[in-house]
C-alpha cells in the first residue's frame, strides 16, 4: 500500500507529482474598516477654488465701506477686505475633509484553492493554500503491512 500526502518537506523518501484536473479558488468575505472622507477615501481633499476668499473680501469691503468717514472709511474698507479674504477661506475650506466616517467594507477574497488531481490513475482531491499550477508535487511514502 502506498500513502499520498502534499509534500511539506524535502526529507521524502520519494518525491512524485500528480496532474491537475481542477483547481477551483476558495472564497472566504473579509471586512476590514476604512476612513472615508466627503464620499472619498480619507487622505484626498479637493484645492480650494479662491472663490470663498474673494467674496469674502468683497463682502467685507463693502460692510467696511459702509463705516466711518474720509480716512476712517478706507481704512474700515482695508480691515474688511483682509478679513473677510480670510473668514470666506476658512468658510469655503470647511466643506472639504472635515466630514470623516469609518466604514466597514466587506471584500471577498482567495483563502485557498480546492485541487483534485490524478496520481498513478486514481483521482485524488484537497486543499491547497495556492494554485498549484498543472502539477502537484506529492510525497510517496510506502507503507509496509496494510
Not at 500526502?5 to 512524485?16: K, L
Not at 468717514?69 to 478679513?83: D, E, H, P, V
Amino acid at each position: 500500500m502506498i500513502a499520498l500526502g502534499v509534500c511539506a518537506s524535502v526529507s521524502a523518501q520519494s518525491e512524485e507529482y500528480g496532474r491537475v484536473i481542477s483547481s477551483s479558488p476558495i472564497m472566504q468575505p473579509v471586512s476590514r474598516q476604512q476612513q472615508v472622507c466627503n464620499g472619498s477615501q480619507a487622505g484626498y481633499s479637493a484645492p480650494k477654488s479662491g472663490a470663498g476668499a474673494i467674496m469674502g473680501a468683497i463682502a467685507g469691503a463693502a460692510i467696511g465701506n459702509s463705516i466711518g468717514k474720509g480716512n476712517g472709511r478706507a481704512l474700515a474698507t482695508g480691515i474688511g477686505i483682509i478679513g473677510g479674504a480670510a473668514m470666506g477661506d476658512q468658510i469655503e475650506g470647511q466643506g472639504q475633509g472635515s466630514q470623516c466616517a469609518v466604514q466597514t467594507i466587506t471584500e471577498n477574497q482567495i483563502v485557498g484553492y480546492f485541487v483534485r488531481y490524478e496520481y498513478n490513475g486514481k483521482q485524488y482531491s484537497g486543499q491547497f493554500s495556492s494554485d498549484p499550477g498543472q502539477y502537484v508535487r506529492l510525497q510517496v511514502v510506502p507503507m509496509n503491512g496494510r
